[in-house]
């Protein structure tokens, strides 16, 4: 189990351009959750995904943030025009049902840090 | 949810036992207590969870009061890689989102 693998591990950008950012989750995991770090705000839950539909995007923080995911084994968030005070660590995390009333914990990626100057 | 305390940091000597209380007075009767930590620049793991017994892993154990409104998690013999930040967090299992908290910063001392 490779885990949940994000890239790049680092993005460094300008004011202004489109960023993505990419995931991919544990195989079998029908739940993906993508999470932004901050200081200031800690671990924000953006938007989360279940068999590749979104549920729940209401801590997307503007229109600028899009995510997709187009298949169980890719998801991307993108964003653009990136701004700098989108800079922070974005987690992506996934989990699964493992019956009719459990879910499973949430495995995590180690981050992608970004940095819009 | 329901909302959890705890507090900001705590200080353990290594090789003791680092108990990190939680309270969570307004939890109701289908939800868990979940424990996640984050090493830091790293992402968050999970820790361990239980009801309303207590519960224990190779990671950690894990003390819920009988009335549920508090839990404690303990770190037997804490090491220097133990140092990261806890959080404690209750759900229902059925329940999809995971919201964090502030959690506890705990930092082993040598």
């Known amino acids: 189990d490779a885990g949940v693998i994000q890239s790049p591990r680092h993005e460094v950008t300008e004011m202004g351009q489109e960023v993505t950012l990419r995931c991919k989750p544990i195989?079998?995991?029908?739940?993906l959750f993508w999470y932004r770090q901050t200081m200031m705000r800690g671990l924000e839950l953006l938007i989360y995904?279940?068999?590749?539909?979104?549920?729940?995007d209401s801590g997307m923080p503007e229109d600028r943030f899009s995510a997709k995911m187009p298949n169980a084994s890719f998801s991307t968030l993108k964003i653009q025009p990136s701004e700098p005070r989108d800079s922070a660590v974005y987690f992506c995390?996934?989990?699964?049902?493992?019956?009719?009333?459990?879910?499973?914990?949430?495995?995590f990626g180690n981050g992608t840090r970004l940095t819009v100057t | 949810d329901a909302k959890t305390t705890q507090p900001p940091s705590m200080d353990c000597a290594e090789g003791r036992a680092a108990n990190l209380p939680c309270n969570h007075s307004?939890?109701?009767?289908?939800?868990?207590v979940y424990w996640y930590r984050q090493i830091h620049s790293q992402g968050p793991q999970y820790i361990i969870h239980?009801?309303?017994n207590n519960e224990t892993n190779e990671m950690a154990s894990l003390i819920i009061t009988e009335d549920r409104k508090s839990s404690t998690l303990i770190l037997p013999h804490a090491t220097l890689r133990d140092t990261a930040v806890y959080y404690c967090?209750?759900?229902?299992?059925?329940?999809?989102?995971?919201?964090f908290g502030p959690g506890t910063s705990l930092s082993v001392i040598p």
């Open positions: 967090i209750v759900r229902k299992t059925s329940y999809d989102k995971v919201i």
């Open positions: 995390a996934s989990s699964t049902r493992r019956d009719r009333v459990h879910n499973s914990p949430l495995h």
């Open positions: 995904f279940n068999n590749n539909v979104p549920i729940d």
């Open positions: 195989s079998g995991h029908d739940y």
């Open positions: 239980g009801l309303k």
């Open positions: 307004t939890i109701s009767g289908n939800e868990y």
